[in-house]
């Protein structure tokens, strides 16, 4: 592998590292912090602060940890990526019945 390649690689998780930082800690303020008072009302922030927070799970299983351990066990990696991945999708279908439901 040249020295780009490596570049380019490091690069590629150092952004997919920090992007699922920031996803995971926007889903954690949004279900612990403050903003359940005001911001939205508190279904609709936890729905969110759910979806943020296994969006970044996701992010970082399928682009970090996968680059990072290639031998890992594929039916071990797979099934949790796939458990945040419908936890992600589920907390989508939260929000839209909650925008059904809210006035």
Do not use: I
């Not at 699922?20 to 359940?36: E, K």
């Not at 296994?54 to 996968?66: K, P, R």
């Not at 999708?89 to 019945?97: G, H």
Request: with cysteine; net charge neutral; glycine share 6%.
């Amino acid at each position: 592998m040249s020295m780009s390649h490596r570049l380019a690689a490091a690069l590629f998780l150092t952004a997919a590292a920090a992007l699922a930082g920031a996803l995971s800690t926007a889903g954690l303020a949004l279900l612990l912090g403050p903003f359940n008072a005001w911001w939205l009302a508190s279904g609709v922030s936890n729905a969110f602060g759910v979806a943020s927070l296994a969006a970044g799970q996701f992010l970082f299983l399928a682009a970090v940890a996968d680059r990072c351990f290639p031998k890992a066990d594929p039916r071990l990696t797979g099934t949790f990526e796939l458990a945040f991945l419908a936890v992600f999708l589920a907390s989508l279908l939260a929000l839209v019945s909650l925008a059904v439901t809210l006035p």
